[in-house]
């Protein structure tokens, strides 16, 4: 029998596969020649560099960036929270792998100047680590 790799890192197969360790794998990868953005705590890929929008955004564990799309991120209910912006109506965002609070995705801004992040995502950087030749 085939083994079969699962998303959550688990090995499906035989009783002579439970015997190895279980490989890690995420829902989607980024292309290794990219700079990435990964997920601080399982590695999992959040974003790409080319996808990187703002480094000025201030988040509640300090510093973080806004980025355009994400990978492996899942997301919450979105409310209304009054941020340093304004009202805002945003999302939780969290790591799919690890479940880790990574930030909030832009769901609605309720003032003009503020519409250009809706539908972009904030991650902390007490979050993230960089990845893929940075050097």
């Not at 955004?57 to 799309?69: I, V």
């Not at 979105?78 to 832009?106: F, N, P, Q, S």
Request: charged content about 20%.
């Amino acid at each position: 029998m085939r083994d079969v790799v699962t998303n959550r890192g688990g090995v499906a197969g035989d009783g002579a596969s439970a015997t190895r360790a279980p490989v890690k794998t995420f829902q989607a990868y980024l292309p290794p020649a990219h700079r990435t953005y990964s997920c601080i705590h399982c590695r999992a890929h959040l974003a790409s560099h080319d996808e990187l929008i703002s480094k000025s955004f201030q988040g509640s564990q300090g510093r973080a960036y806004l980025f355009n799309s994400v990978v492996n991120v899942g997301c919450g209910p979105a409310e209304e929270r009054v941020l340093l912006t304004g009202l805002h109506a945003v999302a939780d965002i969290y790591c799919e792998c690890c479940k880790t609070m990574l930030g909030w995705k832009y769901e609605h801004a309720f003032e003009s100047s503020q519409k250009y992040k809706e539908g972009k995502f904030i991650i902390e950087l007490a979050h993230m680590v960089k990845e893929n030749g940075w050097d």
